[in-house]
């Protein structure tokens, strides 16, 4: 049997899910692979880059920025998982101008995609917000200083369904990241000069993570089921709706990516980054198979 270690770079379902429904339903050892998971989100690039990873965004900043050779070879995504949830009082982006956010560094993937989306709505996230850099995790934190009032906004990710947090508190979900920016995102990628993309261990854990995406698309009873695993805190009904909201729409079934997304995608990360566009969607996402 083959084997690799897979290391996701973000908690929550957008990170997670794939690889997680591939393994408890057997797919990884179907295809002849052992799959050792690891929680790469503290890791610093040089220790990232020697097994494959789940952060197709990550690995995309790191090309851009110093040039290590990750290649996304296969996508889950094409709509990041990232929510603004916001106390009483703004009801729109541009109505965080002056208030206090929380969110991810701007160097990291969804801080700099979060940079892109605020000036969308018209906003210079240096001068017309007061941020609040904080780290991934489950942005519990985040909840209870929502409910402290010691910020007025959050950007979550998928640790929680966020419309159903809001419900609960009488708050706001103002945007879903991936209805204003859309990016390839989440799915496999390696750096080429630790991993051959072509290695059996390599090939055997696309084949069972797209067999996943196919389960996520094709089979709510078994998707939500392990959703629960991730949203133990809501009911199986408030599940349900963020499956059929965010997840079931939005997730490929293939693994396979639109380049045109991919390019614009590409240049906006490239001039929040203030670096080059140095590679193309084609060259970095290569996942025809």
Request: charged share 25%.
């Amino acid at each position: 049997m083959h084997a690799i270690d897979l290391a996701y770079v973000g908690r929550g379902l957008h990170e997670e899910l794939a690889a997680y429904i591939a393994d408890q339903e057997d797919f990884y050892a179907d295809e002849g692979v052992h799959v050792a998971l690891r929680d790469g989100c503290a890791w610093d690039e040089e220790r990232l880059r020697r097994g494959a990873s789940i952060g197709l965004g990550r690995a995309l900043l790191s090309r851009l920025t110093d040039g290590t050779p990750w290649v996304g070879l296969d996508v889950n995504t094409h709509r990041p998982l990232f929510w603004f949830l916001a106390r009483p009082g703004p009801t729109s982006l541009a109505d965080l101008a002056g208030r206090r956010l929380a969110v991810h560094a701007p160097h990291t993937a969804p801080g700099c995609f979060t940079r892109i989306v605020l000036r969308k709505a018209g906003l210079d996230p240096d001068r017309d917000i007061q941020t609040v850099v904080r780290s991934p995790g489950d942005y519990g934190m985040d909840l209870r200083r929502l409910r402290a009032g010691e910020i007025d906004a959050a950007l979550v990710g998928s640790t929680m369904a966020p419309e159903a947090v809001a419900a609960e508190y009488g708050w706001q979900v103002l945007a879903w990241m991936g209805d204003h920016f859309r990016i390839p995102t989440v799915g496999l990628a390696v750096d080429t000069t630790c991993t051959d993309p072509d290695d059996p261990a390599v090939q055997a854990v696309l084949r069972a993570n797209r067999r996943a995406v196919k389960v996520i698309r094709n089979d709510p009873e078994t998707t939500v089921r392990h959703m629960q695993a991730f949203l133990g805190g809501h009911t199986p009904d408030e599940i349900r709706a963020h499956y059929e909201a965010f997840i079931a729409p939005h997730f490929t079934t293939d693994g396979q990516v639109d380049l045109s997304i991919g390019d614009a995608a590409i240049n906006a990360v490239a001039a929040e980054l203030g670096v080059p566009a140095t590679v193309t969607a084609a060259e970095f996402y290569r996942t025809a198979r």
